[in-house]
């Protein structure tokens, strides 16, 4: 499916001065559908640019701390190296150490965190550090795909995607919004793809994965509303 484009979702928060009875003021779904679009599209690095523009949304970037996920290769290399010099700190997550640091070593102010989000020890160790480390911008990016029958998939892998692309975005969701809403500033960004919008066949687990992403950050943001 080469024209399945990535949707960056967004939640943005804000300081709202004139409503004391609420965390924050307007808070909104930002959505870029990159399938309309995908002719001024063809590298991870001109999407990036995308994400840059919903990351920047909330406000500047200048002192702002950002972690993202999936950021050894695809969209969160890029959008790493893309932010490089433009925020105060970025935490890139991944299961590969070494590419990270190798990746680090070329922007300014990262610092390499690694940890493999199929394993549960790994995520609630890094759902902690979000909880305990300041962070301003969460980018949900990672993600793995799988593709062929449902009836011939491997169990394993199943548990693995959805652990990857589901669970992890909640657990480190839930992790940081308390900060987010206390602070009334800040931003999390959830990587969908247009595969969440319809029915995929011999990509079942995957389309409906995204699918719960959409709909989850969509009714989280009508609960930020106040």
């Not at 924050?24 to 995308?50: A, V």
């Not at 840059?52 to 890029?78: D, F, H, Q, Y």
């Not at 970025?90 to 989000?117: F, K, M, Q, T």
């Amino acid at each position: 499916f080469p024209t399945l484009g990535t949707i960056p979702i967004a939640l943005r928060f804000t300081a709202s001065p004139n409503r004391s009875t609420t965390y924050f003021g307007d808070t909104r779904i930002h959505r870029i559908h990159f399938n309309k679009i995908r002719r001024s599209i063809n590298s991870d690095g001109e999407k990036s640019e995308r994400l840059l523009e919903v990351c920047a949304m909330p406000t500047r970037l200048a002192n702002k701390w950002i972690l993202i996920t999936g950021a050894s290769s695809g969209i969160g290399e890029a959008l790493a190296r893309g932010l490089s010099g433009k925020a105060r700190r970025l935490l890139l997550v991944a299961r590969s150490r070494a590419r990270l640091d190798a990746i680090g070593a070329d922007i300014a102010g990262a610092e390499a965190v690694g940890c493999d989000l199929a394993l549960a020890t790994d995520r609630q160790a890094l759902a902690a550090m979000l909880v305990d480390q300041r962070v301003d911008v969460l980018v949900n990016n990672a993600g793995v795909g799988l593709f062929g029958a449902f009836s011939n998939a491997d169990p394993p892998r199943i548990a693995e995607l959805l652990e990857i692309n589901l669970l992890a975005v909640v657990q480190l969701t839930r992790a940081l919004l308390p900060r987010l809403i206390a602070q009334r500033a800040g931003a999390i960004v959830n990587i969908t793809s247009n595969a969440g919008l319809q029915g995929c066949p011999y990509m079942s687990v995957y389309a409906g994965a995204k699918s719960f992403l959409i709909n989850w950050t969509e009714g989280l943001a009508g609960e930020l509303r106040g």
